[in-house]
Each structure stands twice: as C-alpha cells, then as structure tokens.
C-alpha cells in the first residue's frame, strides 16, 4: 500500500507553516530593530548632554557668556576626548618646531668632485 501526494497537497501542507515562519521573521526583526533603536537612542542621549560648540556661540552672541568664558569652554571642548581622534592627526605635525616649518626643504650637499 503505497501512499502519494499530489503537488498541490504537497503545498496546502507546506503553505501555512511558510507563511507562519514568514510573519515569525518579521515580527522578529521588528521587535529587534525597535529595541536596537531605543538603545541606541538611551546611549546617545547619555554622551551626548554636553555643550556644542554651536551652542558656546550662541550663548556667546546673546550676551549670557562673556568673551573669556567663552574661550575657556571652547578650549575645554576641543581638549575633550570626543575631538581627540580627528585632532590628533593635526596635533602630531605640530610636533616640529617653528624653525623647521619656516625653513623650506633643502636637498643634501652634493659630495666634494675628486
């Protein structure tokens, strides 16, 4: 007694459980995506509570910061370590003296003709 399934059975057997791992999937990676957005939603909010320095200007320009305070927070905020990556390229070619920069390249002395 041998027993055969047509194709299209075959697929109204297949089908639902298909569909049923197709919805799963998605569900899924909604609920992840949700997740991975309020995350990284938490954790920038968190690095990100400080001043700018479109805001030090701001300040500065309605007359709430004097000049000086200005200044020491603008410093303060380019010594910070969220600038240290982009600016330290910069601070290591200041590394040569004054003396060095201003004297243009000279090619070695050609040896003494025998």
Known sequence: MRITLAA???????????????????VGGL?????????TNKSSDISSSGFTLADLRRLNERGEIDQAQYERAKA????SPEMAGPM???SSDKSTTKAQ??????S???P???
């Open 76 to 79: 303060a905020l380019m010594n």
């Open 8 to 26: 299209s059975d075959l697929f109204n057997q297949i089908a639902p459980w298909l569909v049923a791992l197709v919805v799963f999937a998605m």
């Open 108 to 110: 070695p002395p050609k």
């Open 31 to 39: 609920i992840i995506s949700a997740a991975r957005g309020y995350l």
């Open 112 to 114: 003494p003709a025998k």
């Open 101 to 106: 920069q201003k004297q243009p390249f000279q």
């Open 88 to 90: 330290s390229e910069k």
